[in-house]
C-alpha cells in the first residue's frame, strides 16, 4: 500500500558525501545552492555522525536526503562479459563470476554494475563491489540516527556523467584530485566509454617548470590514443571536445600545450555548466557537485511531469 505524500517526512537539505579511504568530504545544499562544506578525516559512519549532526544543527536542518559518492579507494571493479540471462537475474549470475577477481568475501559484498560501450555483438559490464557491512553501517546512521534519507549511492566516474546532456558531442573530460593522478573518462550521451589513471600525471601543480611540458606531452598522446580507440574500435563519432578539471594553478599551461598536440578543442570546465561552480576551489568536490545536478535535473523533471495535463 502507498504511504499518502502527506505522511512522508520532507527534507528540508541535501547531504552529499564523497567516501574515500581516509576521510568524507560533505557538502550541504539547499535549494540547488551549497551552503556549506567540511572534511571530516574519518570513513567509518559512527566516527562521522557527530560532525554530520553538528553540521545541519549549525544551518538549522533536521531532515537531509543524503547522497553517498564512493571514491575508487572505497570499492573493486572488474570488466567481465555479461552473462547471457534476463536483466533481472544478470547481478546474481555476476555474483558468481567476479568472486575469483574481488577480494571481498562473497557474504560482505554488495555488488552492482553498468553496461560497458562495445562495438560488435559482445555485451561486457563493469561490476563494481563494496563491503556490504560497511555501506549497511553508513545506511543505519543515517536513517536511524540522523533522520535523513538515503537517496542513492554512486560512484564517483558515474557522477561526473551528470556533468554532461544527452544531445553533447562526444567530450573527453580530464579531472584530477589533490595529490592523484589525473583520471580520463571519454563521455558520449551520458554514458561513459573510457575510463583510466593516466601514470605519471600525480600532482601536475607542483611539478617544476621544466618538467610539466613533457608530462603534458604524454597525457596528450594518451588523450590521442583514447580518441582513435573511440572512433576506430568503438565506431563512434570523432571527439570534438577536450574539457579540463584540473587544480588553477596549472590549468593555462595544461590547455595551451595540448591545444598545440591535439587537433581538438582543448577548454576549461566552464562556470556555467554547474550552479555555483566555481572552478578554481571545486575541482576536488566536482563529483558531489555533478551528483547535485543529478538531483536538480531529476526533481525539474518530475515536476514539469506533474504540470503536464493527462490526455485520453
Known sequence: MDVPGWLKPTSDCQLFIGLSASQATVLLSAKGKSIDRIVIPEQTASACFEPLQQLLVQHKF?????????????????????????????????????????????????????????????????????????????????????????????????????????????????????????????????????SRSLRGSANLENMASEILPSVIDSLSLEVQRALDYFESNLRQPPVKLVKLAVPEACRQLVQQHMSANLAVAVAPLDEETLADFNPTEDVAVLPLLAARMGQMTTAQSELEATEVEPTL
Not at 553517498?68 to 562479459?81: F, I, R, S
Not at 554512486?154 to 593522478?181: A, M, Y
Open 62 to 194: 533536521k531532515r537531509p536526503d543524503v547522497t553517498l559518492v564512493l571514491a575508487d579507494d572505497c570499492y573493486q571493479q572488474a570488466e567481465l562479459d555479461k552473462p547471457a540471462v534476463p536483466d533481472e537475474e544478470v547481478a546474481a549470475a555476476l555474483q558468481w563470476s567476479v568472486k575469483e577477481l574481488i577480494s571481498i568475501e562473497p557474504d560482505n559484498m554488495q555488488l552492482d554494475y553498468y553496461d560497458m560501450a562495445t562495438a560488435g555483438t559482445r555485451k561486457q559490464v563493469m561490476v563494481i563491489a563494496a563491503e556490504r557491512e560497511w555501506l549497511k553501517d553508513w545506511g543505519h546512521m543515517l536513517v536511524s540516527k540522523l533522520r535523513g534519507q538515503l537517496q542513492q549511492v554512486l560512484v564517483e566516474e558515474l557522477s561526473l556523467l551528470n556533468l554532461f546532456s544527452e544531445d553533447e558531442v562526444p567530450t573527453v573530460l580530464l579531472w584530477q584530485k589533490p595529490g592523484r593522478e589525473v583520471r580520463l573518462l571519454l563521455i558520449h550521451k551520458q554514458q561513459l566509454y573510457l
